[in-house]
């Protein structure tokens, strides 16, 4: 029998958290579960957390492979993942009980391409926010009402969704490797070409908010890599013509420096340039005439 969800968790270095994670999806209401779990080349304990779960759990898949990232171990799932629709969960993270359940029935009752639950992140100190607060099942059919009720690009959370593996497969729609911030590009794309989506109340995934996580710190690289993912939506969005709030369309950022200290940021958007001193003080804002 087909799965009804394939699971897909990319594992690096998690040995704290990757059972919680884990056992949070082993334990699913929705029993029909393909987990797929790709260890990209951990030097922890967690290839041996995850072969002692999987020689009790037939569902689960393991892929090992040399470090790559999340966006090439994400695709490596995507390559042999077998159920009606995907899913992904992060391995420092974990899930509600009847997440994949509440989802799935949710895609299955409006023949949806997508559906969408919201957000709580849970900080060490026991702190919580809900980052995205869904109170509705609706379904969205429109293009710009999907970007804006999943507050994309500002927010491109890949995991807290199940999208239909054939529209998938059907646009080729993939993860950047070798970059950070690849969830930009894979969900402004299934966004557009997955044609509906349904918003489900009454499940939750859990963000666990990792202070030593790779994607904590803001490096050169990443900052340039984010800008490199946001002037790739802006091309796809003028492609496609997606009209999203300018805030969006930052085109260039410039970062002075004195002692590796920031002095000064300039943000440059299409219509607007914003200065801020010590990063964080807006100063002057500049309109630009197109």
Known sequence: MRPKVSVIVPIYNVEKFLSRCLESII??????????????????????????????????????????????????????????????????????????????????????????????????????????????????????SRYRITETPRKCYVYNKIYRRSEIEQHRIRFPEGVYFEDIAFMIRALYFLPTLVTVPETVYYYWVNYKSVTREMTDQKQQDLLTARLNFIEFSRKYHINCDEKFYIKKKTVYKCFKVPIMKIYEWETIKKYYLFACIPIFEKRISL
């Open 27 to 144: 334990n699913q209401t929705l029993e029909n579960l393909e987990i797929i779990c790709v260890d990209d080349g951990s030097t922890d304990n967690s290839n041996n957390i995850l072969k002692e779960l999987a020689a009790k759990d037939n569902r689960i898949v393991v892929i090992n492979q040399e470090n790559k990232g999340v966006g090439a171990a994400r695709n490596s799932a995507m390559d042999i993942a077998k159920g009606e629709y995907i899913g992904f969960v992060d391995s420092d993270d974990w899930i509600d009980l009847n997440y994949f359940e509440k989802l799935y029935e949710a895609a299955k009752k409006y023949d949806a391409s997508m559906a969408c639950c919201g957000i709580i992140r849970k900080y060490p100190s026991s702190r919580i926010r809900k980052k995205m607060n869904i109170v509705d099942e609706k379904l969205y059919t429109s293009a710009i």
